[in-house]
């Protein structure tokens, strides 16, 4: 079965330091993998998507994410953290061709200390 | 382009009602898809419509169904709600029924069911 598994429910950086979201997924074919952001009380921002040819993507606000087939992981990676990336932090897969059909990780949630 | 709206924002109805949700899409956006976000089970994929038809489906009762209109908008309906349908319930559109989509959310219903 499609799954997406993100094994930090909670990180906390300093302001400044880089930072490393982990997501595994389980799917059969060709993935299109996401990263979405939520702020509190607000909806889902992308801020990222995988859909084939490079491995590495850029998306908005620095955000960079590296899609391993060989170990079914497509990590969130940012250099520098800024307080306003407080967040939570989903990553995705979609089960259609379409990519409208999303299973989503149970999120992270990103602190930022100063 | 204004963004995917969704109404009313907030609802609170009680155990055997009713409810039917509503999500304006994106101008020019042809598929709608809807998620139930809870803190227990996150964000799960409800079903998606596209040119009037709905096209995937995820694993929900049958109590919890929807529509498209000709203009796109589409509505979600739960009936004999329970106490577990509180949820935040949010809208997704996306441009086109090929590959290579992404999803853009609108901010979501907030439903308390007492």
């Known amino acids: 079965a499609q799954s997406v598994t993100q094994p930090d429910i909670h990180i906390t950086v300093s302001e400044g330091a880089s930072l490393e979201l982990r997501c595994n997924y389980s799917?059969?074919?060709?993935?299109?993998l996401f990263w979405y952001v939520q702020s509190p009380g607000q909806g889902l921002q992308l801020l990222l998507k995988?859909?084939?040819?490079?491995?590495l993507v850029q998306g908005i606000k620095g955000f960079e994410a590296e899609f391993k087939r060989s170990q079914s992981s497509f990590n969130l990676r940012k250099p520098s953290v800024h307080w306003s990336d407080a967040a939570e932090y989903f990553c995705?897969?979609?089960?259609?061709?379409?990519?409208?059909?999303?299973?989503f990780g149970k999120g992270t949630t990103l602190s930022v200390s100063s | 382009k204004a963004g995917v709206t969704q109404t009313p924002r907030y609802l609170i109805k009680t155990r055997g009602q009713q409810v039917t949700l509503s999500c304006s899409p994106i101008?020019?956006?042809?598929?709608v898809s809807w998620y139930q976000q809870t803190p227990g089970q996150g964000l799960q994929f409800l079903f998606e419509?596209?040119?009037?038809?709905?096209?995937n489906k995820g694993n929900f009762p049958g109590r919890f169904s929807g529509r498209q209109f000709s203009n796109s908008r589409s509505e979600m309906n739960v009936s004999t709600l329970e106490l577990g349908d509180s949820a935040l319930y949010l809208c997704?559109?996306?441009?086109?029924?090929?590959?290579?989509?992404?999803?853009?959310f609108g901010p979501g219903t907030r439903l308390t069911v007492l």
């Open positions: 101008s020019g956006h042809r598929s």
């Open positions: 419509y596209f040119s009037e038809t709905q096209r």
């Open positions: 995705a897969v979609g089960i259609n061709q379409a990519g409208t059909a999303l299973i």
């Open positions: 995988y859909f084939s040819g490079d491995t």
């Open positions: 799917y059969g074919a060709t993935p299109y």
């Open positions: 997704a559109s996306s441009p086109s029924g090929t590959s290579g989509n992404a999803q853009f």
